[in-house]
């Protein structure tokens, strides 16, 4: 699994890996008008009963660059994990980091001034269900910080019952974007020029201990950023001065440690003026029943696989990410867009794992914690439409043999 974000740390089975290669020292703080002020919010507080350690759940965080005119640097992660209970929960140590008994240390990278980087710690399940201890995380910036109060939070960690936990991620919109589950590694990102258009690398996770049947998504981009390519039968809005979709796949069938993801590309608009524009916001909920025709025989959730089934852990089904742009190239020619949206959705399963010394890394993609209200009130606005969302099973593709013991 991952911790961190942005600075090149790769998704190792659920989440994204550090890539990062040894840590920078936290240098004294500067004066105050050159310190950044960093906010640590936790996201995710649940586990799911049964949660194998080679599909551990990124815990997420976010880490909040509460200055707009000053970027942190060389931000660095610190976990605890002695207040855990390892008789229900255990840990994999991200590839990269530094472990000192109890006590992990991981370089998350710079974090311009304004924005907000998501990270995941890896746990699963080790025993039953209850109170699983708490889990020790702070932050430090080589920049310094004026307000340490909020860089540091302890989270009580709990196991629930079996059931699947979608968990959401999205990259940054930026030039040289791999799509490859908003995994985060790439060493060449870029601002994107005006009126350029690129992928929307996204994906939502089941990280739980069964299988998710049926998803329902919504994606909303910064304002000056437009949808150029999208799903079939998704309903596209604009609220509040932002391009929504709203899509739902009845027929989707993501197992542990699969996520699901569709064809998404966006145009950064030729007026743009700022070099960050903030905020996009994917949400994704479960369906708990299967409809349509999957690319596997689908299964009709009884009544009391439906009550299993439940959701594991809400509050991490949301993510945030921003639009980085090159105001100093000449706006790009916006080509004429097609009528026809192509995107396919797919659920791609994912390796992870690794143990005490950790092949996993920490989770990273740029996205922010807090549930935005405008989430709430753009599905409230798509109402009835959202009923008319088509139900045709689209592809879908799994790993035959990937959930075994956890059906």
């Avoid at 201990?209 to 999208?230: C, D, E, M, N």
Wanted: aromatic fraction near 6%; charged fraction near 20%.
């Amino acid at each position: 699994m991952t911790l961190l974000h942005r600075s090149a740390l790769a998704r190792a089975g659920a989440v994204v890996l550090l890539a990062a290669g040894g840590l920078a020292t936290v240098a004294a703080p500067a004066h105050a008008a050159d310190q950044a002020d960093l906010e640590l919010a936790p996201v995710s507080s649940q586990l799911a009963k049964g949660v194998k350690e080679a599909k551990a759940k990124p815990f997420k965080f976010a880490v909040h660059n509460l200055t707009p005119a000053v970027d942190a640097k060389a931000v660095v992660v610190t976990v605890d994990t002695a207040g855990l209970n390892p008789k229900k929960v255990g840990f994999v140590t991200p590839a990269g980091c530094d472990l000192k008994g109890t006590v992990f240390t991981c370089l998350l990278g710079d974090l311009r001034g304004g924005t907000s980087e998501d990270f995941g710690i890896p746990l699963f399940s080790t025993g039953g269900r209850g109170k699983a201890g708490t889990l020790d995380v702070s932050i430090s910036s080589a920049t310094g910080d004026p307000d340490k109060d909020n860089n540091q939070a302890d989270v009580d960690v709990r196991v629930t019952r079996v059931g699947y936990d979608l968990t959401a991620w999205v990259q940054d919109v930026q030039a040289n974007v791999v799509v490859d589950g908003a995994a985060g590694d790439e060493p060449d990102l870029k601002p994107v020029p005006r009126g350029a258009t690129v992928p929307l690398d996204w994906a939502v996770y089941n990280d739980g201990s069964r299988r998710a049947t049926g998803i329902f998504y919504g994606l909303t981009l910064p304002a000056g950023v437009r949808f150029a390519q999208k799903p079939e039968g998704c309903i596209e809005q604009e609220f509040q001065g932002k391009a929504q979709l709203f899509c739902e796949d009845a027929g989707a069938v993501v197992k542990p440690g699969q996520y699901y993801t569709a064809d998404v590309q966006v145009t950064v608009g030729e007026d743009v003026t700022q070099p960050v524009l903030r905020e996009g916001d994917l949400f994704a909920v479960g369906l708990d029943g299967v409809e349509g025709q999957p690319e596997e025989e689908p299964e009709v959730a009884t009544q009391a696989q439906r009550k299993a089934f439940t959701e594991a852990d809400e509050l991490d089904n949301h993510t945030t990410f921003e639009a980085f742009v090159d105001l100093s190239a000449q706006p790009t020619p916006t080509p004429t867009p097609t009528a026809t949206p192509s995107g396919q959705p797919t659920a791609t399963p994912t390796s992870g794992g690794g143990s005490g010394g950790g092949d996993g890394g920490l989770p990273v993609t740029g996205v922010q914690v807090g549930v935005i209200g405008g989430i709430g009130a753009g599905v409230l606005l798509a109402g009835g439409a959202l009923l008319m969302l088509s139900r045709r099973r689209k592809v879908v593709l799994v790993a035959p043999g990937d959930e075994k013991s956890e059906n």
